[in-house]
């Protein structure tokens, strides 16, 4: 198995373009997630998915949408880069949790993602 | 929003000493908790989970407090490879659901 696979691996972008960050896993994962993580503020939520057709926001949602057409694939998209949003992103993936527990969470690679 | 705290460090150690790290949370009805192990410029990856009566995995030793809501990491003869941020890792029950919420993380350099 691959596990959680990210593409690209590093993307640099100039303010106001749009992109989108790739994500799959093939461990027939029901959860996923997006995150970033800057120095000084630790993991932060943007986006999560308890399974295809279904998403959510986390924490720092804006300036990002999700969409989970498969269970497979998470794709991030940024609409309108800003500098605010370089960052690393990583992508998880775990089994369903339900409110009381979860399960342990799979990372991918991250993305580099610089916006000039 | 609730909140997950942990010591920055750096802890600098050397080589076969013993190290602790703890970690509180505020969310007293909080059920998993997990230690992630995160390399530079690497993805975090699963340390150990902590369970309620604790667990031990090699160097390695987990513990829940929940009366005090913390738990903690020791690692035991450190090693060099042990050089890492350590992130703690908490569920918010009762929020999103079942979303894990991230410690900033612990950075241990362990010294020859």
């Known amino acids: 198995n691959a596990g959680v696979t990210q593409t690209p691996k590093f993307q640099v972008l100039k303010t106001g373009q749009s992109m989108t960050l790739q994500c799959a896993q093939d461990?027939?994962?029901?959860?996923m997630s997006w995150y970033r993580q800057d120095p000084g503020m630790g993991l932060r939520l943007i986006h999560y998915?308890?399974?295809?057709?279904?998403?959510d926001q986390g924490e720092v949602p804006n300036g990002y949408n999700v969409s989970r057409s498969t269970t497979e694939d998470f794709p991030l998209r940024l609409l309108s880069a800003a500098p605010s949003q370089t960052s690393v992103y990583f992508c998880a993936s775990s089994t369903t949790p339900n409110r009381l527990f979860i399960n342990e969470q799979f990372f991918g690679p991250g993305t580099r993602l610089t916006v000039l | 929003r609730k909140e997950v705290e942990q010591d920055p460090g750096p802890f600098n150690v050397p080589e076969g000493a013993t190290v602790a790290f703890n970690c509180t949370y505020s969310?007293?009805?909080?059920?998993?908790f997990f230690w992630y192990r995160q390399d530079c410029r690497k993805e975090p990856k699963l340390l150990m989970s902590?369970?309620?009566s604790g667990n031990e995995d090699g160097r390695f030793t987990a513990q829940l407090n929940r009366a005090s809501q913390y738990i903690s990491l020791l690692i035991r003869d450190s090693k060099l490879s042990d050089s890492a941020t350590y992130l703690c890792?908490?569920?918010?029950?009762?929020?999103?659901?079942?979303?894990?919420?991230f410690g900033k993380g612990t950075k241990l350099s362990v010294k020859p």
């Open positions: 969310n007293s009805a909080s059920q998993s």
């Open positions: 998915s308890v399974g295809a057709g279904i998403t």
């Open positions: 890792a908490v569920n918010d029950y009762g929020g999103s659901q079942g979303n894990l919420i």
């Open positions: 902590v369970y309620s």
């Open positions: 461990m027939n994962h029901e959860y």
